[in-house]
């Protein structure tokens, strides 16, 4: 058990409709990433937040948003869902925000999202 | 441009043989690598790093990764391969200028057979 949780562990929903995914990290962590894990395109991240800010972002798209709380728990939410939605989304987290290059990510069980 | 290739998309090893799952990369600045196992339907697990030192990592569940700079390599090994070690197995490396990101290599599966 890496310590990071992840809800829900599934989530069936419709094109069009809009879902949010939570993540509570490591207790210490000031930093949360989330990534996109398909069959045809491997991991993909997403974005990274450091102590409520917005650190880094990779390939998220515009229909997608997220957002670190007070308490550093986050949320990633999407919106307009489409079929290619349909993933696991991992939440990771690590001690600092990174700069250092020698931080280790540990990754959350995940959520996996079925678009139907 | 950074990357790291796996360039086996699945191995096959009998129980209790030695394992090896190859990793190459290429960096602009030093080469930070890591190794994550995950098992079906699991997140990743951490296994282990190479941040500076001694070229012999050794990580978790008696996995070790050896570095090797001529070669730019970081293949991750073990010495008897059990049927659990089965899994996918993801080498990253340091994005030095990409906001210090991790650039993933595809995954290995690996299939321990009995």
């Known amino acids: 058990d890496s310590g990071v949780t992840q809800t829900p562990k599934h989530l069936i929903t419709a094109t069009g409709q809009r879902v949010t995914l939570r993540c509570s990290p490591r207790?210490?962590?000031?930093?949360v990433y989330w990534y996109q894990q398909s069959l045809d395109q491997g991991l993909q991240f997403l974005i990274q937040?450091?102590?409520?800010?917005?650190?880094a972002k990779g390939n998220i798209l515009e229909r997608f948003s997220a957002q670190q709380f007070p308490d550093l728990h986050s949320e990633l939410n999407l919106s307009s869902l489409e079929l290619g939605d349909s993933a696991l989304y991992f939440c990771a987290s690590s001690t600092t925000s990174g700069t250092g290059g020698t931080d280790t990510q540990y990754f959350g069980p995940g959520t996996r999202l079925t678009v139907l | 441009a950074q990357s790291v290739a796996q360039p086996e998309d699945q191995v096959n090893v009998a129980e209790g043989n030695p394992l090896t799952v190859k990793c190459t990369y290429s960096v602009s600045g030093n080469p930070y690598l890591f190794w994550y196992v995950q098992y079906p339907n699991r997140g990743l697990q951490f296994l282990l790093k190479?941040?500076?030192?001694d070229n012999l990592v050794k990580g978790s569940y008696g996995f070790e990764a050896e570095f090797n700079k001529s070669q730019t390599s970081f293949h991750l090994k073990k010495p008897s391969a059990l049927v659990s070690d089965s899994a996918l197995y993801f080498c990253a490396v340091r994005d030095w200028d990409s906001n210090y990101q991790l650039i993933w290599g595809a995954g290995t599966k690996l299939i321990i057979k009995p």
């Open positions: 207790s210490g962590d000031l930093s």
């Open positions: 937040y450091y102590n409520g800010e917005e650190r």
């Open positions: 190479y941040i500076t030192g």
